[in-house]
């Protein structure tokens, strides 16, 4: 899909701009709550990431994502920004995105039919948790005050209520990536291969 370092550059900005939306998304649609569970969009946009711009430029738009949060910009999730941020339980998500986006981008690069599309997206999917899972015990067990009991265990346990919503998503990121990867002639897929 990325035809020069130009046209990367500009659709690396746009996606790291769609991940500013895609973690406050519930501060536009308050609706997307759902047992006290904020639905994020930045998983999504970075396997969509990964889809479109492959194994080179998915990676560099997450990275631009995570600098410009780095710097001050309130593009984190709760509107979050900041050097602090790296100290945060959660930060280990945010840097998964960069891996997830090259590994989507990777599996991708040759074989672009719906059920590869799927796996990359899932297998995606579990890199972003493994990771970002991790982190969170890490940063609970080292340098944050951790909960009375706090275990390995428990941090998974925490994970269960969003893993439903990002299996779904992972569907929706192969979906929308598969549709729009057929609108470029040079990596079109083939109709037969996505669902109506």
Known sequence: MVKSPVHGMVLASLFAAL??????????VPILVIGNVPVTLQTVVCLIAGILLGKKWGPIAMTVYLLIGLAGMPVFAGWGGG???????????????????WFV???TEKHKSFAVLVAAALIG?????????????MAYKLWFNAP?????????????????????????????????????????????SIPA
């Open 83 to 101: 050097l602090g941020t790296l100290i945060s339980p959660t930060f280990g998500f945010i840097l998964s995105y960069i891996v997830v986006a």
């Open 125 to 137: 999917s579990v890199i972003n948790y493994v990771l970002g899972t991790n982190w969170m015990y």
């Open 105 to 107: 981008g990777w599996m």
């Open 148 to 192: 009375e009991g706090f275990t390995y265990v428990m941090a998974w346990v925490w994970m269960l209520p969003t893993i439903p919503k990002d299996i779904i998503l992972s569907f929706v990121a192969a979906v929308v990536g598969a549709k729009m990867l057929q609108v470029f002639p040079q990596t079109r897929v083939a109709k037969s």
């Open 19 to 28: 991940m500013a939306i895609g973690a406050n998304i519930t501060s536009i």
